[in-house]
């Protein structure tokens, strides 16, 4: 019997690939309250999309089209289909985010956000980052229901299994007033050549020491020669530097490339709490005393107008 309901979220038609790590919490996570785990796929062209989750080993893959994404006509949905499941889960990309606390309201279950690791301590103990990392809480949730969202980077992405999950439509959800009182006006689509941050194996990523979004010009020139993205602190947002989007840190994306290239940005905590788990970090920055030094695993201390563009030529010359 499935005890773990995972929410897979869709775009353009198909299962993003972050929804894979909730998945990975999940088979970690069922055993521990007795059962294996349903894949719910719910939004525009789920019926279509379903038949490409019946591979990871859920014993069903529930169904429920639905027009474009609100939360407030997803959330009873989702609430309604995860009744009689221990745990209902999703991975907290911001549909994860947006759309899971009021999940949790509908439920009356309490709430993990972000976790970074499920313990078995007599049911599951969820380990999650607070203070901006610098401390792992131990949460245990009292409800019948747990709802919770994980941290994309510390759940891999599963990978199919083989087997073929039955596909049955989700329980119909009685329309809200909460549901009628919005609607979606449009979409602007952002169009980048660009890997999405979550996705990226590379990512460049600038500062306030950037001085301008001009000067941006500077690092997208390196993160599109390694195929990489581009990424900014949120100071480096809020000066107009950079879109919103582009944003890691506390209060923007998490992030854990390959490789990170942090040029003319400081270190602050907040911003680390986003980008520490990358594999490889490589900081420039003028500053010898600049705390990205702390966590860089090759540091440069050079201003970044010049060492940038020489980097970016010899890097050329070797592909
Ligand atoms: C609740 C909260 C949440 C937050 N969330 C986030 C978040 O999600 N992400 C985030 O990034 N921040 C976040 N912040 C803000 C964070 O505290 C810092 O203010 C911010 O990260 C600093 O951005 P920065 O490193 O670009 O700027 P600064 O700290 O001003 O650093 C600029 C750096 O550029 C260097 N520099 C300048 N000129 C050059 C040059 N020519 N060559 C080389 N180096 C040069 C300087 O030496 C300096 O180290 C948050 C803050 C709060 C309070």
């Known amino acids: ?91 907290a990309t911001t549909f994860g985010k947006d759309l899971m606390p009021q999940v949790a309201e509908h439920l009356k279950a309490g709430m993990a956000s972000d976790v970074v690791k499920v ?53 119909a959800a009685p329309a809200t007033a909460a549901a009628a009182r919005v609607k979606v006006a449009g979409f602007e689509k952002v169009v980048s050549a660009r890997p999405e941050l979550t996705d990226a194996r590379v990512i460049v990523s600038g500062g306030r020491g950037l001085k301008s979004g001009e000067n941006f010009k500077i690092i997208e020139a390196l993160a599109d020669l390694l195929h990489g993205a581009v990424g900014a602190t949120r100071a480096a947002v809020d000066a107009g530097f950079a879109p919103n989007d582009l944003q890691v840190g506390q209060t923007g994306k998490i992030v854990a490339p390959q490789l990170y290239i942090a040029v003319g940005l400081s270190g602050a905590l907040q911003h680390l709490a986003g980008m520490k788990g990358s594999k490889v970090i490589v900081a420039i920055n003028k500053d010898p005393e600049a705390p990205i030094f702390s966590v860089a695993d090759y540091g440069l201390v050079a201003d970044l107008f010049q060492a940038v563009p020489a980097l970016t030529e010899q890097i050329k010359k070797v592909l």
Not at 76 to 84: L, R, S
Not at 132 to 156: C, D, M, S, W, Y
């Open 119 to 171: 313990v078995q301590e007599g049911g599951p103990t969820y380990v999650r980052p607070m203070y901006a990392g610098n401390v792992l809480a131990h949460v245990k949730v009292k409800t019948p229901i747990q709802v919770v969202t994980v941290r994309q980077t510390e759940f891999e992405a599963a990978a199919p299994g083989g087997g073929a999950s039955p596909v049955k439509d989700a329980p």
């Open 1 to 91: 019997m499935a005890n773990v309901l995972v929410i897979a979220e869709l775009f353009e038609g198909k299962v993003r690939k972050g929804s894979l790590s909730a998945i990975t919490f999940a088979q970690q996570a069922a055993p521990m309250v007795g059962g294996g785990y349903d894949i719910l796929v719910a939004g525009t062209g789920a019926k279509a999309a379903a038949a490409s989750m019946t591979g990871y080993g859920a014993e069903s893959v529930l169904v429920a089209d639905l027009p474009d994404y609100v939360a407030e006509v997803y959330a009873p949905v989702v609430a309604g289909a995860g009744k009689g499941y221990k745990i209902v889960c999703a991975t």
